[in-house]
Structure formats: C-alpha cells, structure tokens
C-alpha cells in the first residue's frame, strides 16, 4: 500500500496530511466518517502516526471529500491513541499543505470536521486564521485531589476537545526543561479527573490537560491523550481557554489574547459572539517539511505501527 502525504508543523507541531491511499470511509456526515475509521481502519491510523514511519507527536489528518457543498474538504483527526474532535494546529497545517500543493490561494474555505464545520482563511503572508466551533466552560472552579500534588483546582471546558485548565500558576515552571515533571503532573491531573467522576458534558473523557505559567498569561504546557505535549499553543486548548476568560469578564469580542506554547510558539486569539455563543478565532503559522509515499508492506511485522 502507498499512501501520499504531507508533513508540516504549525509551531513545532507536526501534522501529516494523508491526501490518497487512505480508506475509503464512504459518504454522510463527518461524525459518521469517524465511526467508520474507528471500526474498521483502526489500524491504519496506528500505521501512519505511531513508529516506526510517526511519533507520539504527530497528528494525523485524514483529507475526506467534503459532505456538502458549502465546504472545501473534510477531515478527521487522528494521534497515536484515538481521534481528535478538531485540532486547531492541525487546521492550520492542513491550510498550509493545501497551499503548498496549490490546491488553495490566499482567501476564506470551509472545512468539515467530525465536531462541525469551522472555516479558515489562508492570508497573503502564509499565516492562516481557523475559525473554531462553538467554545465555552462547562464547569467553574472544579477541585480534585492529584496524588503527590495535593488538592487543584481548574475549568472544565469545550474546545472542539476536553480540556481541564488548571487555575493560577504551576507549580512546576513552565520550560522545555521540566517536560517530564510537567508531563507527570498533567498525567496525575488526568487520573485525578478520572478517579473523581469528572468529565465534560455527556460524561464525555477529559483527555487534554492545560496548565499556565501565570493566570494572566498565555504560556502554557497541554499534555495530550496520548501522553505527548503540545509543541504548538494549542489551537483548541487556546478556544477553551478563551471560553473560560470570556465567562469570567476577562476578554471581550476585539481583545487579542496571545497563547503562547512551552517551545515558544505563538497563537493570537480573538472571539467573536454569534447568538450567545463564543466562536474562537485563532491566527497562527505552518511551514511543510516533507512531501512523501509512505510504504505499508504487509511482510513487515510493524506494518500497523508500534501501539502507543
Ligand atoms: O492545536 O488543537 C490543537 C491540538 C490538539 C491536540 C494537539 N494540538
């Protein structure tokens, strides 16, 4: 098997679109496209991202037909664990690929995802702005006991994924120096979550852990599903984090809200209020690394990937 993709990174976050060889997940809504993948192509999502041809960092885009024709392409988010909702990194790499190939020029497109459709704009200097799903808290000063950390407490909130945003400032500084230290503390933050019942709405699993340097600054460390950090802002961890200043009075439709990751890398946010609801704007840039075929022969016991 051949399968054509492209490889970029948005804020050292890597994301592979796979253009073609990819499984054919039929027609319908994306959200029904997902199920399909999950059932019955599992292991070709293990296959492009883990090792040894991925990393537990890479995020996987599965480019789709679209499912109506108000939009440009669909596509379904993948990582070494599962799927992903919406990845806003992923967005903006996917808008940067399409650009590379020149299938894109600078202006607006519509893309569906397995959450909703969101819209992204490339702009004339490569940047793109990808305009999220609907964000907002879902619960507000939520306490939990971390083995070894004592009592947290933070937000639950929507970002086109789940994330738990630890309020105040870390106790672990936020630096590339103390990945393993920030990494096991979201890692007991998430357990915690699970030990305490808590999860988004509909019992959904709170998989993304976000954690600031200080509360009126946006650099953070989120610690993904799949136990890899965010080398990139976050793109839905920055919508979520948006959603809980707005519930707070503390950003405004106009503000510019700047989340910036433990690499260093910046995403400007803004929202916008359409009917009540919070719709994150977020601005970044994505630069392609790589065009290539990968090979998936059979005869070769880690074909499928190394599961994570
Ligand atoms: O940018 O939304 C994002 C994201 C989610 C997981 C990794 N990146």
Not at 24 to 38: Q, V, W
Not at 41 to 63: H, K, W
Not at 151 to 169: E, P, R, S
Not at 204 to 230: M, Q, T, W
Request: proline share 6%; charged share 20%.
């Amino acid at each position: 098997m051949r399968v054509a993709v492209v490889d970029s990174h948005t804020g050292g976050e890597p994301t592979r679109v796979v253009l073609s060889g990819g499984p054919d997940l039929g027609s319908g809504g994306m959200a029904d496209r997902l199920t399909r993948f999950r059932q019955h192509f599992d292991r070709f999502r293990s296959a492009i991202v883990n090792e040894p041809r991925g990393s537990d960092a890479i995020v996987g885009a599965l480019l789709c037909d679209p499912p109506d024709s108000s939009c440009q392409a669909g596509v379904i988010f993948f990582n070494n664990v599962g799927y992903l909702g919406m990845c806003g990194h992923g967005t903006i790499g996917l808008v940067a690929t399409l650009a590379h190939l020149g299938s894109i020029q600078p202006g607006p497109l519509r893309i569906a995802t397995p959450v909703g459709i969101v819209s992204a704009e490339l702009h004339g200097n490569g940047e793109a702005t990808v305009r999220n799903v609907p964000s907002y808290r879902h619960r507000k000063d939520v306490t939990i006991d971390v083995n070894g950390y004592g009592q947290m407490t933070g937000d639950v909130a929507w970002g086109g994924n789940w994330f738990f945003l630890v309020k105040g400032k870390s106790p672990i500084p936020i630096s590339l120096a103390n990945i393993d230290g920030l990494t096991h503390l979201a890692w007991s933050i998430r357990q915690a979550l699970v030990r305490g019942g808590i999860t988004g709405a509909e019992g959904a699993e709170i998989d993304h852990i976000e954690i600031f340097s200080a509360a009126s600054h946006g650099r953070n460390f989120v610690l993904c599903p799949g136990k890899s950090y965010d080398r990139s802002p976050c793109g839905t961890g920055t919508s979520a984090k948006m959603a809980c200043l707005y519930a707070d009075g503390l950003l405004q439709p106009g503000d510019v809200w700047k989340q910036e990751s433990i690499t260093g890398s910046m995403f400007e946010g803004r929202i916008e209020l359409i009917d009540g609801q919070v719709i994150p704007l977020i601005r970044g840039s994505a630069f392609v690394t790589a065009q290539s075929e990968l090979v998936l022969d059979e005869r070769d016991p880690f074909c499928w990937g190394i599961p994570a």
